[in-house]
């Protein structure tokens, strides 16, 4: 069976990832939807067709999500086609300030979990088989007060580099994408209240995941969606890094 697997599938990006996902890989049988909100998947794939779900409910900071999400696939047996790592979370504060337990929780999730489950699967790819990280543009330059955040970015993006080296003989492409801020539940959840971060530009979710499979399915490695943050990507290279820091602090 052919599957697409798409993490944080319960809200903002990941819920919009598996509509469009639908129409952009018609090939792909079932797409099994990773994320704790059992309940709001299910409403989310409801009006839905053109595939069949499997809601996958996992709590990717705890380290036996991946023994059962492993013994799953060893179960089924699936050809992975799309692999979403999209779920991710940050917290907005000084990193003497903000409880540990929330930026362990970040580093578990958008670092570990990524990477887990990425090599995991990877033992179910072949050939065009296609992985898409969701990283940020919190990414190109350490931010401040939004310290673990950024970092955890950062290593998305080095480690996609990274593997999309490994995979080019096996022809299996990585993608990532840095998207500015959006309208999600992530600003809530993280407590973000940052003035740059209302200062900025706001990425729209349903361009943002278009530009992205689009990327994808050319193969590219980055997407970044509006012109200013490819400027601020194409900055963030030419520039000295300590220039930046006290400029991209949030
Ligand atoms: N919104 C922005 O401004 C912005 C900007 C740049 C990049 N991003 C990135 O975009 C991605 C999607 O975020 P979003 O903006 O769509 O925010 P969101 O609406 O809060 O979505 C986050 C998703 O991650 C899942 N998730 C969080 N913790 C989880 C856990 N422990 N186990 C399993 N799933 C978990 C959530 O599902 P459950 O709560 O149901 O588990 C939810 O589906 C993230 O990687 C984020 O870093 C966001």
């Known amino acids: 069976m052919k599957i697409g697997i798409i993490t944080g599938a319960s809200s903002g990006l990941g819920k919009e990832f598996v509509r469009q996902s639908l129409k952009a890989f018609p090939e792909i049988e ?32 705890k380290d036996d999500s991946y023994k059962e999400f492993s013994a799953l696939l060893k179960e089924e047996n699936p050809d992975i086609k799309l692999l979403i790592n999209n779920a991710g979370l940050g917290f907005w504060g000084a990193v003497k300030e903000l409880p540990v337990h929330q930026q362990i929780n970040s580093v578990d999730v958008n670092v570990k979990a990524v990477s887990a489950l990425t090599a995991i ?11 898409i990280f969701v990283s940020s543009i919190a990414s190109f330059v350490p931010n401040a007060y939004m310290t673990v955040y950024s970092a955890t970015k950062a290593y998305i993006n080095s480690y996609a580099r ?24 992530f600003i809530e959840r993280g407590g973000v209240r940052s003035k740059t971060f209302k200062k900025l530009p706001y990425c ?25 943050y490819k400027f601020y990507r194409v900055l963030a290279k030419i520039l000295p890094t300590a220039w930046l820091v006290p400029v991209a602090k949030t």
């Open 162 to 185: 990274a593997l999309r080296y490994e995979l080019k003989k096996q022809k299996i492409s990585v993608t990532i994408v840095c998207p500015g801020p959006m309208d999600t539940e």
């Open 121 to 131: 699967c990877l033992q179910y790819m072949k050939e065009n088989a296609r992985i």
């Open 204 to 228: 729209n979710v349903e361009k943002v995941v278009k530009g992205t499979l689009k990327a994808a399915k050319k193969r590219k490695f980055v997407y970044t969606n509006k012109m200013f």
């Open 30 to 61: 079932e797409f099994w939807l990773v994320a704790r909100r059992e309940e709001k998947i299910r409403k989310n794939v409801e009006s839905l067709d053109g595939a069949k779900f499997k809601i996958v409910p996992l709590d990717l900071a």
